[in-house]
Each structure stands twice: as structure tokens, then as C-alpha cells.
């Protein structure tokens, strides 16, 4: 299925996203989400990307086939 607007939908959103993690940081009550969010949104991205280098070019291969 196609999305409309791609890829600037997926910018919009990431942007989006980054203003309310700023805005967050802002808020006395809310630091707290900085403390734990960011480095668990590290590392649930390097597992990801990690993930993707060791299982990626498998699943392509199998996906050709």
C-alpha cells in the first residue's frame, strides 16, 4: 500500500516527535522522561539496527526467492 506524501508524512511525524521531547525537557515534572526515554529509545534502536545487519541481507534473500 502507498502512503501519500511519502516520505515527508515520515518527516512531518519525526519532527513532530523531536518538538515533544524538546517541549518535555522544559517542564520541571517531565525530566525525568529524559533520563530514562532517551536512553532507552538508544538503545531499542541499536538493538534494532544490530538485528537488522546480522538477519537483514538473510530475509532479502529469502524475499527474492
Known amino acids: 500500500m502507498r502512503m501519500p506524501l511519502f516520505p515527508w ?3 512531518a511525524g ?3 516527535l523531536a518538538a515533544i521531547l524538546v517541549t518535555m525537557g ?3 515534572s517531565l525530566n525525568l522522561s529524559w533520563v530514562y ?3 532507552w529509545v538508544i538503545l ?3 538493538a534494532y ?3 537488522r ?3 537483514g541481507a538473510r530475509n532479502a ?3 527474492r526467492a
Open 9 to 11: 508524512m515520515q518527516y
Open 14 to 16: 519525526l519532527s513532530m
Open 26 to 28: 522544559f517542564t520541571p
Open 37 to 39: 526515554g532517551v536512553p
Open 44 to 46: 531499542i534502536s541499536s
Open 49 to 51: 539496527f544490530l538485528w
Open 53 to 55: 545487519m546480522r538477519h
Open 61 to 63: 534473500k529469502a524475499a
